[in-house]
T-cell receptor
Framework: EAEVAQSPRYKITEKSQAVAFWCDPI?????LYWYRQILGQGPELLVQ????????DSQLPKDRFSAERLKGVDSTLKIQPAELGDSAMYLC?????????????FGPGTRLTVT | GENVEQHPSTLSVQEGDSAVIKCTYS??????FPWYKQELGKRPQLIID?????GEKKDQRIAVTLNKTAKHFSLHITETQPEDSAVYFC?????????????FGRGTSLIVHP
């Protein structure tokens, strides 16, 4: 069964450094989501793409975070500079609303630790 | 924006008992309500969902009910088993640009004691 891929799985970085996460959604999935999940809380939507267009990025801290999905397939989320409070699990998910189903398929996540 | 409240944060039951998790939402535009199960160290997975044109949906031991007027929805698990132990997240999703924008609750940690 096809799965959402993410890399790296773990990342340790020092504050003020730049980090980047990559996500490859399930083939054909038009919608891609980036979430931040702090331990003990639900996923918080950072940015949502429909193909290559941003649908919602209202919760993305744009002074330090950026996201792109240039060809409407894979996506990169970048943080520069990283802060201690950015330590969290970053989840990517995809869905294929054109079929009428809205189930999100999550990747394994990237656990970021900022020291 | 949407605000989703989920209760309780922790739920402990004996095997065979029923478990109920409740969520409320604020945005009347939300019309899609999925529930995800996240086992320790694993990714969230959809277990059941409901659209706003339906009041109840059932899948074996799992059911979801929706009250649009009161803006709340609930997950019901009957005959709980130890493998039901996990964190459960509700979400309220509003349509936007051909897709849905989801807002998740903070999660409920369900513990089923054998």
């Amino acid at each position: 069964e096809a799965e959402v891929a993410q890399s790296p799985r773990y990342k340790i970085t020092e504050k003020s450094q730049a980090v980047a996460f990559w996500c490859d959604p399930i083939s054909g999935h038009a919608t891609l989501y980036w979430y931040r999940q702090i331990l003990g809380q639900g996923p918080e939507l950072l940015v949502q793409f429909q193909d290559e267009s941003v649908v919602d990025d209202s919760q993305l801290p744009k002074d330090r975070f950026s996201a792109e999905r240039l060809k409407g397939v894979d996506s990169t989320l970048k943080i520069q500079p990283a802060e201690l409070g950015d330590s969290a699990m970053y989840l990517c998910a995809s869905s294929f609303p054109r079929t009428g189903t809205y189930e999100q398929y999550f990747g394994p996540g990237t656990r970021l630790t900022v020291t | 924006g949407e605000n989703v409240e989920q209760h309780p944060s922790t739920l402990s039951v004996q095997e065979g008992d029923s478990a109920v998790i409740k969520c409320t939402y604020s945005d009347s535009a939300s019309n899609y309500f999925p529930w995800y199960k996240q086992e320790l160290g694993k990714r969230p997975q959809l277990i059941i969902d409901i659209r706003s044109n339906v009041g109840e949906k059932k899948d074996q031991r799992i059911a979801v009910t929706l009250n649009k007027t009161a803006k709340h929805f609930s997950l019901h698990i009957t005959e709980t088993q130890p493998e039901d132990s996990a964190v459960y997240f509700c979400a309220a999703s509003a349509p936007s640009g051909g897709s849905y924008i989801p807002t998740f609750g903070r999660g409920t940690s369900l513990i089923v004691h054998p």
